[in-house]
């Protein structure tokens, strides 16, 4: 192990974990392992994706990525034999943070993944340019979420920060109900196949893009339909009512109606946000704070409500008094409005630009 390396620990040496591992180790980090199937942590070993097979007590930072059915237990069992922050990767996150009371935990959500499974297809560039959700609690440690946004922001990620409830509901429209989308018209030129055996061979580019997500792994969907149940049955209800509406329109032949729908949807997709790579466009906020819990999760959380990209975050520590300095660089096309919210709220930042 090189000297001073940070030391982290992942828990499901899966495809998720493993490519975490890799991204760490490719920044320096030594990282420890296990597997509930210990064939697949010595095989993570084989790889070269972990350095060592077993639990770390003195981990910085433990990464639990498990199905969602032993979640909260292995969460638990990482609590209590490791000192540092613990985060985990589950999609659906108000179960597990209402369960999980304990100011060192840190629910996530890395919305990336890959339709390879295991470690075998782990990938260190998976994260690149991936949203990674943080969920945090009234009693998060706030060091510890600023620590673990500066790692993510490290690997790739575009870290959001917001709370558990508003996350799932989120997910339940951008990635569970597309998924189940795109298996549902899967299936349906599946079970058409039967009948005109040609319909697949003439599946394009477009039907090929729409349905890649059907062919991840069956398993972990039937946990996350049943966590997150609610929200994904009330955005069933109001696709399928977007679906009835497509069809009134086509089956009248309404031209007007069909343009506005393809219109408004064509602008959506062309104006999905991207992240901001070139210094001139990027602006210095420092925003003075109380010494006070909760307050980098505040500011983070008012960064995603108002669609803020934050792409560097640290802590500059006043030589008196109960208050620090919390040092974000956010786009400078979005900062007008972020100071607007933060003025609301009470906050009084300062800005410099970085070029």
């Known amino acids: 192990m090189t000297k001073n390396a940070r030391r982290a620990q992942i828990v499901g040496t899966g495809l998720i974990g493993g490519s975490i591992a890799l991204a760490l180790r490719a920044r320096g980090w030594h990282i420890t392992g296990r597997d509930i199937d210990a064939h697949r942590a010595e095989r993570a070993l084989e790889l070269g994706v972990l350095d060592v097979v077993g639990s770390d007590a003195e981990a910085e930072l433990t990464f639990v990525a498990v199905p969602a059915s032993v979640l909260e237990a292995e969460i638990r069992k990482t609590l209590r034999e490791t000192k540092g922050i613990v985060t985990d990767t ?13 100011p060192r935990f840190i629910p996530g959500h890395p919305m990336a993944g890959s339709e390879q499974e ?7 560039e998976i994260f690149d340019g991936a949203v990674w959700v943080l969920t945090p609690t009234v009693g998060s440690d706030d060091f510890g979420l600023r620590d673990l946004q500066m790692v993510l922001a490290s690997i790739g990620c575009d870290v959001v920060t917001m709370t558990p409830e508003r996350h799932d509901a989120l997910v339940a429209i951008v990635s569970h109900v597309p998924h189940l989308t ?19 061979r003439l599946a394009a580019g477009g039907f090929r893009d729409m349905t890649r997500v059907a062919a991840g792994h069956p398993e972990i969907w039937l946990d996350i339909c049943e966590e997150n149940r609610d929200a994904i049955v009330s955005v069933l209800d109001e696709f399928s ?43 210095e906020l420092r925003i003075p704070i109380p010494d006070r ?23 500059a520590h006043s030589a008196e008094g109960a208050q620090g300095v919390l040092v974000l660089v956010v786009a400078q096309a979005e900062v007008q409005r ?5 003025a609301g709220q009470g906050y009084r930042p300062t800005t410099r630009e970085l070029a």
Not at 182 to 198: K, Q, T
Not at 338 to 342: D, P
């Open 182 to 200: 795109a298996a549902s018209l899967m299936c349906l030129a599946d079970d058409r196949a039967l009948d005109d055996a040609p319909l697949l």
């Open 118 to 124: 295991g470690v075998d297809g782990a990938s260190e």
């Open 338 to 342: 972020f100071l607007a919210v933060l």
């Open 241 to 283: 009512a977007r679906i009835g509406n497509i069809r009134e329109i086509v089956a009248r032949s309404d031209r007007t109606g069909l343009t506005n729908l393809l219109s408004q949807a064509r602008k959506a997709r062309t104006n999905l946000p991207s992240r901001y790579v070139r210094p001139q466009e990027l602006v």
């Open 90 to 102: 589950g999609s659906v996150k108000t179960t597990v943070a209402r369960g999980i009371d304990d």
């Open 293 to 315: 819990k909760g307050q980098i999760a505040n500011i983070t959380m008012l960064a995603a409500d108002c669609e803020v990209n934050v792409a560097d975050i640290e802590i």
